[in-house]
């Protein structure tokens, strides 16, 4: 098998006259260690995000043939893994216990950085309301654009770029390089 330099070879690959074993060859191959560094932030226990990607990955094998354009295939698979992952949660509750946190995780192949100024970030990250963290990973993780995480969330892009804007600015207060602006009672001077 051919290996493709980048995602933009990748572009290039006209799908529809392509066999499904070698199109899904292709596209788990460009796109499986975006999709785990995304699942493990989004699931914060790496056996649950495995077993989520597993199961996406089947469904994407299962509507594999409903894929025609390369250049959607990032943010199709990344749609398909965040649904099965809502839908994990709505077939049960998993009971997991706590042996090894986001933290604990130091795998040298995905570049996982342990330094403090990391270990400040990954806090700050977790501080965030969901709506405004899961597009800041998207964009910062995946690489997505605005407009694509607009398509994968079901939003605007305004509201995308909103919540983005909301998000840095969060994590800098959280972080401590933005003040909070003190609300005064009205005739205190």
Excluded at 124 to 148: D, H, I, N, T, W
Excluded at 183 to 188: A, F, M, P, R, T
Aim: glycine share 4%; aromatic share 10%.
């Amino acid at each position: 098998m051919q290996k493709l330099s980048n995602e933009t070879d990748l572009n290039l690959v006209n799908y529809d006259e392509m066999d499904k074993k070698r199109k899904y060859a292709l596209l788990i191959e460009a796109h499986s260690a975006d999709l785990y560094k995304y699942a493990l932030w989004l699931c914060k226990d790496k056996f649950m995000a495995e077993d989520v990607m597993q199961e996406a990955f089947l469904r994407a094998w299962k509507s594999l043939d409903s894929l025609r354009e390369a250049k959607a295939a990032k943010g199709w698979l990344f749609t398909i893994f965040r649904r099965e992952h809502a839908r994990q949660f709505e077939r049960k509750q998993f009971k997991y216990q706590e042996l090894e946190t986001m933290d604990s995780i130091a795998d040298e192949s995905l570049g996982y950085d342990d330094s403090p100024e990391a270990f400040a970030l990954r806090n700050a990250l977790k501080k965030l309301q969901p709506e405004y963290r899961e597009p800041l990973e998207m964009q910062v993780l995946g690489g997505f654009s605005c407009e694509e995480i607009a398509t994968i969330l079901g939003v605007s892009s305004s509201a995308v770029m909103t919540r983005l804007f909301r998000a840095r600015k969060k994590m800098r207060q959280i972080l401590g390089h933005e003040q909070i602006p003190a609300l005064g009672v009205v005739g205190d001077s």
